[in-house]
């Protein structure tokens, strides 16, 4: 059978013996797994990538979006009404460095009432809506572990006053994991070990999902993509698409400005005259600390995970295949025995693509630099910097009510 021809050929004569074993659904579920792994991600070792040429990128200030701001606006409006723009939300993580086992999304960020990161992000989306006059189709992608419990939070929550219609869900695809020796590992008796395939995948499990053929995406021509965990961030915002539009530029980038050389923030920059996003560890410390004649960063933008995608440059890169960035993990798994080990120390690999490669891709990026204290306000952490108290004190500045 093809099966067990595909497992003996790649080394994995343990997952034939627990194949050969299972029965009925639990066997049929095991089949789809195995054929839907991408065996040669799995046999990648990743290796450290020499940069280019590293270069500062022009984008544009947010005193210069501020004087344009009517002049942008008006362009980006009229894209949103004319329904050519889809918000994402990568939602697929947990909230367990904040103390919960539910969704991130899902955490309370409420004083004196029940406020939820979800509910947090959907009135910033109402808000760019009411002021535009249009309905912009909202995608959630989920993960496999929290895709129920999100699903039913938005629908406990009405979701949130937003048109139904206009809100799906997808799940992020996932990889499989490997030991150091690369053998597949098991999760559960008859369930491979896997782990979402990174927030660089989203747009492959979008269409796969087949969300894109709802009557409310089928005019989308852009995507504004964000994650989950800045309770501040602009969504839609009329006139990011505006500037990014009148640019030519086929991605833009919400930034905001370093605070100090050492700041642990990716910087976006160009590299070999492509836009990219150099994590603060790869940027050399000479640049790190290099100013212009103003006294600025010359390497400034620190990226915020919100960027605008335009949907025909992805369907012309989506065949072309997104780096695969090869992590050590503490993977739990099943002994040979059955019994369940919870490692100490990473054990395999996990395989994930991420979305500033997905930018290099496309070629070109305006970054739109906004307001840190405005725009800004990530909840990573249960305390310290980018924390929850640290969010809550950015939208009492806001105005948002706790």
Known sequence: MEIEKRLLSHGQEHILRVWQKAQG????????????IDWDMLGLRESVRPCGKIEPISGISAEELDKRKEELFTIGAQTLREGKLAAVLLAGGQGTRLGSDKPKGAFDMGLTRHLPIFGLLMENLKAACAAC??????AVMTSAKNDGETRAFFKEHGFFGYPEEYVGFFVQDTAACVDFNGKLLLEEKNTLAAAPNGNGGWYTSLVRSGLLEREAFKTVQWFNVFAVDNVLQKIADPVFLGATLTSGCKTGAKVVKKVCPEERVGVLCLENGVPRVVEYYELPSDMANARDTDGELLYRYGVTLNYLFEKNK????????IP???????IPYLDERGNKVVPERPNGYKFETLILDLVALMGSCLPCEVVREREFAPVKNAQGVDSVETARALLIKNGVEL
């Open 25 to 36: 659904e639990e066997k049929a579920a095991l089949e789809r797994q195995i054929a839907a």
């Open 324 to 330: 695969v960035h090869v992590v050590e993990k503490k």
């Open 314 to 321: 992805l369907e012309e890169i989506a065949g072309r295949g």
């Open 133 to 138: 006059s249009a309905i912009v189709p909202l």
